[in-house]
């Protein structure tokens, strides 16, 4: 593929939007806790048990997507028990699905082997496989190739 | 948004394929070095000052991911030098973009503050802005609340 920029110019790295995301969300037990947010999982021992971490890291890496803003800790009460909390996404750690999406299909492709994948994606509407694209405003499909990065506004600031 | 699944059924989490992908790709500094691999970033000496680690850890990083088929390492020599490595973007590598652009707009969106994204992602061949899109076979826009999961054939191995 062609290079998605002619020359890697002197582009603070620190300043990329890929680098502020991976802040919030760059280990693999953090997407593990959202792939299980987005499927629905609510209650602090389910997301251990089925992220397969410990009791105390489940609730380390919980409390920081809380503080994040990509979950709500919000409180429910069964019948003759105490007050209990559960996390639910918000429309920031919502927006965080293309991100699962892109990363299983990749998966799903490239890592695993000839069993296929063990969950597939359907539009509830139509019943057909969901697929992470690269769509621009014109509505055109894009290739990898067929992108150019240029310098954002951000890019300007106090450089 | 409605949970993709009904019921959160036993379905293992050690098969699925975001954790997969994430066995490969599920550090900071790796998908740093993708991204810079993106860029058009090639020599050993550029990933590891762009990305703003330690020669040892880009070294070990980048030796993942030749080994995992996301890099290839790529002899070339300047005249009166040496023979040196250069690292090249494999397909599995260059299948990689969705994910990196996808948290490329959620940090755009989510944690640039009030100064915008550092870098636009163009389409060449229109100008027009990308992003990550959701799309069905049917080539429907796809929503965060429209998607179900369902089990698939690899979800049917060894169980």
Redesign the interface.
Known sequence: ?N??????TE??????????????????ST??LM??A????RRFD?FAE???IGEPAAAARLKELVAA?LLVRVPYQEPGQRTRYEYQ?TE?G???????????????????GD????????????G???????????D?E?L?G??????????M?DA
């Open positions: 593929m290079n998605l920029v002619d020359e890697r582009w603070p790295g620190s300043r990329c939007s890929v680098a502020s995301a991976l802040d919030v969300v760059g280990t693999r997407l593990l792939r299980e987005f499927m629905g999982t389910d089925r992220v397969g803003g996404l920031k919502t927006e965080l699905l293309p991100v699962i999406t892109a990363l299983r299909e990749w998966g799903d492709r490239w890592e695993t069993r296929g994948p063990s969950v597939l994606a359907r539009h509830r509407d139509c057909a496989t969901v697929h992470t694209r690269l769509r621009c405003e014109a055109h894009v990898a067929e992108i150019e990065l240029v310098p954002g506004p951000g890019a600031v």
